[in-house]
């Protein structure tokens, strides 16, 4: 195996792959290993989901300990638990289908509808169901309809502007399970792209689960979406899809078109990704996977990969400001080159490294008010039309709330469609309320609408709230003409850092409102009046 690539799993996550599906004398030492480091009380998700794995590697060494019973209890649930879940998942396909809805069960759910065995082997949080992009907001609205609930979304406020930016599922039940399935429109959290969600449609496969008609992806595309989905920060999730590569393997790895494979994964920028993840299961499982195929993913990268995974290492909450614009830096950079990085390469590698620039500007820390302009061309000049005719909240905003919407970027952008008289500008009122902690006085920020300077504000508590900001905004673009506001924090604050909760989200400014022009266009609960 290359040396190139670093382990991508850390040691207690590598320990529990290993004694969950290594081989011989390796997974029974794995196996010791955990029992001995850690009491089986505080078990994790990673634990329980894969406990029947691990039972069966004792089973196999003949080890029994004072946890045996508890733990083979644990076994007996997974079953029970997956199958009671599949419910759910029948009567969304049912309603989905009865609305002219095409839904594809990913994931977990389609490797139980390949083998149902494994529904007794493995745990699944939920199952994932994806549709297109465009059936998404009706998707919802028929999940709702057939008494589906949303668990930590309100999605009846969602706009068309939340489907397009960086949510990309929601959890949904009928049963009171929590988290029965997740309904999602993008098969990979990071990939906004259309055309993957078309492909995997088009190969998708009919299949049962527990003698239901379902649809499930192509061989080599359900493989691609779990070797591409996890970075090395997310350790559970790395071990979750890497169990989920070797069960689809075991189970019809003779079967797999490993050329299909690679396009799918370098086409759509994942190559990194799924290289990482291959190397975890080659590592163990050499026999599993093609000879020199992890080299020749980890090479379709240009300069910089090792520094992309190692920053990506570190939680998205944890990154420095230089650390996350190194990662949209390389990830774009690395999007522009779509074949093994070659030596003519090397003279491309200037003008790609300018475009990665403008693609990632927003995460550069200098330098911020022409920045802040940037941003403003760039999302005035975006060429892709606005759906829908409410306040377009495209970048840089959180999901929405009762009364409003949190920002959760450094920079985030406001657009609203405007139609009638033509004119050159108008009034924007914002009604925000920022974020202060306890011991701020006052919320920095910046404000430009494309017309003058850029305005300076600062919020403090003896100002009424929700605070106003007036900003002269230029109306642009030519069939659809917009207005575009762009925001600048300068003092966000994470509510976990001062234990006010388990709030991770970067909190800037809370919108309650905005008009144009004296006429509201959002209000408290999301919608215009």
Not at 29 to 35: G, H, P
Not at 305 to 331: C, D, H
Not at 422 to 448: H, I, K, N, T
Request: charged share 25%; glycine share 6%; with cysteine.
């Amino acid at each position: 195996m290359t040396a190139k690539l670093p382990t991508a799993l850390n040691p207690r996550f590598l320990m529990l792959f290993q004694a969950a599906l290594g081989e011989g004398q390796g997974a029974i030492d794995a196996y010791r290993a955990w029992r001995a480091s850690e009491r089986l009380d505080a078990a994790d998700e990673v634990v329980y989901r894969t406990m029947p794995l691990l039972v069966a590697t004792a089973d196999r060494a003949g080890i029994v300990d004072a946890d045996t019973k508890r733990m083979r209890g644990v076994v007996k649930h997974v079953w029970l638990s997956n199958a009671t879940r599949v419910r759910d998942v029948v009567e969304a396909c049912a309603a989905l289908k009865a609305a002219g809805i095409a839904a594809l069960l990913i994931k977990g759910g389609a490797l139980f509808a390949r083998d149902a065995s494994y529904m007794a082997k493995r745990m699944t949080g939920d199952y994932d169901l994806l549709v297109r992009r465009a059936d998404a907001p009706r998707a919802i609205e028929v999940l709702r309809q057939a008494a589906f609930r949303s668990h930590g979304m309100r999605v009846e406020l969602f706009s068309e502007s939340d489907f397009d930016r960086d949510i990309h599922a929601v959890a949904m039940s009928r049963a009171g399970l929590s988290r029965a399935i997740d309904l999602h429109w993008r098969a990979l959290f990071w990939l906004d792209d259309e055309s993957f969600t078309d492909e995997l449609f088009r190969t998708a496969e009919p299949a049962s689960l527990l003698t239901h008609e379902v649809l499930i992806p192509g061989l080599a595309e359900h493989l691609a979406i779990a070797a591409m989905r996890p970075e090395p920060a997310d350790q559970k999730e790395m071990v979750f899809r890497a169990l989920e590569v070797v069960h689809v393997l075991q189970h019809a790895g003779a079967e797999v078109d490993w050329d299909r494979f690679r396009a799918i994964v370098t086409r759509y920028n994942g190559s990194l990704f799924a290289a990482q993840l291959l190397d975890v299961v080659a590592r163990e499982l050499p026999k599993l996977v093609p000879e020199g195929l992890v080299e020749q993913l980890w090479a379709y990268a240009p300069p910089g990969k090792s520094i992309e995974i190692a920053i990506r290492t570190i939680p998205r909450a944890r990154r420095t400001q230089w650390q996350q614009f190194g990662v949209a830096f390389l990830t774009s950079l690395r999007a522009q080159f779509k074949a093994p990085f070659g030596f003519l390469d090397w003279l491309k590698l200037p003008r790609a490294a300018a475009a990665a620039f403008d693609a990632s500007l927003v995460h550069f820390p200098l330098f911020r008010n022409a920045m802040l302009k940037r941003v403003w061309q760039q999302a005035a000049s975006a060429t892709p039309p606005l759906r829908g005719k409410g306040v377009w909240f495209g970048q840089g905003f959180s999901i929405p709330e009762d009364e409003g919407r949190w920002t959760d970027r450094q920079f985030a952008v406001i657009a609203v469609p405007v139609e009638g008289p033509s004119q050159a500008f108008a009034s924007v009122e914002l009604a925000v309320v920022p974020f202060l902690p306890p011991g701020a006085d006052s919320f920095r920020f910046a404000a430009y609408g494309g017309a003058g300077e850029v305005l300076q504000v600062a919020a403090g508590r003896n100002d009424p709230m929700p605070f106003k900001l007036a900003v002269k905004a230029a109306i642009v673009g030519q069939d659809r003409r917009k207005i575009v506001v762009a925001l600048r924090m300068l003092d966000t604050g994470r509510p976990m850092d001062i234990g006010h909760s388990i709030d991770h989200r970067l909190l800037g400014l809370f919108v309650t409102s905005v008009s144009i022009d004296g006429a509201p266009v959002f209000t408290p609960g999301g919608v215009a009046p």
